[in-house]
């Protein structure tokens, strides 16, 4: 089975630190994404990657920023964290094509 | 608004009774996906319907989907304690990327 990992299950951080939530995949997929999920909201697509050292913009990229320096890791970044990030972080990979999406567990992500 | 949009937002039933969510969308599509979402975990692939698909069937779970009408239902059958939890509906409109509904929390009470 596909596996999507995310490095922290729950995360308490400080207003203005620089977070780093990581995913990886063992499947090779080519596709990751970033949601976040907030009730009410439902699934909010922040950045998206289709290869190695490309990104995409979501619909909600403002103060974040993504790396994909490897095909299976696909890293989201808060450059200065601030209590309107605190959300359930979701990241997710696929093949290309008509195919679902593997989600890892979440980071659920407190900003204090 | 959202692309996808579930109704009813909240469903509660007995075990053994069947359960019928369903998702309106706005746009053309390339296929609708279901997923589900078990309390603070994340969410799981049920099944895809392409859009020159009516009816699909995996297990338990019958999807339609009305292009016309730009709409589609999830339906569970015999539901059971284990299906409580949130389902979503996710259209592939070929933007590149999932656009997800709000979800309908199911509770399948024993």
């Known amino acids: 089975d596909v596996k999507v990992t995310q490095s922290s299950r729950y995360l308490v951080k400080r207003t203005g630190e620089k977070v780093f939530l990581e995913c990886v995949q063992d499947?090779?997929?080519?596709?990751m994404f970033w949601y976040r999920q907030d009730p009410g909201l439902g699934l909010r697509l922040i950045y998206f990657?289709?290869?190695?050292?490309?990104?995409e913009k979501g619909d909600i990229p403002e103060g974040y920023s993504v790396s994909r320096e490897k095909k299976e890791r696909f890293s989201l970044i808060l450059e200065s964290a601030s209590t309107n990030q605190t959300s359930m972080y979701l990241c997710a990979s696929s093949l290309k094509g008509d195919y679902g999406y593997t989600f890892g567990s979440g980071t659920r992500l407190t900003v204090v | 608004s959202q692309q996808g949009e579930e109704d009813p937002q909240a469903l509660s039933i007995q075990e053994g009774e069947n359960a019928t969510m369903n998702c309106s969308y706005k746009t053309s599509i390339n296929n609708l996906q279901w997923y589900r979402q078990n309390s603070g975990r994340g969410l799981v692939h049920l099944i895809l319907i392409r859009s020159n698909e009516r009816e699909k069937h995996s297990g338990r779970l019958r999807v339609t989907l009305d292009t016309s009408k730009k709409s589609s239902s999830l339906l569970i059958t015999a539901s059971r304690a284990a299906d409580t939890a949130s389902y979503f509906c996710a259209t592939d409109t070929g933007r590149r990327a999932l656009t997800f509904g709000s979800g309908t929390r199911l509770q399948v009470q024993p």
């Open positions: 499947m090779d997929h080519e596709n």
């Open positions: 990657s289709y290869d190695v050292k490309m990104k």
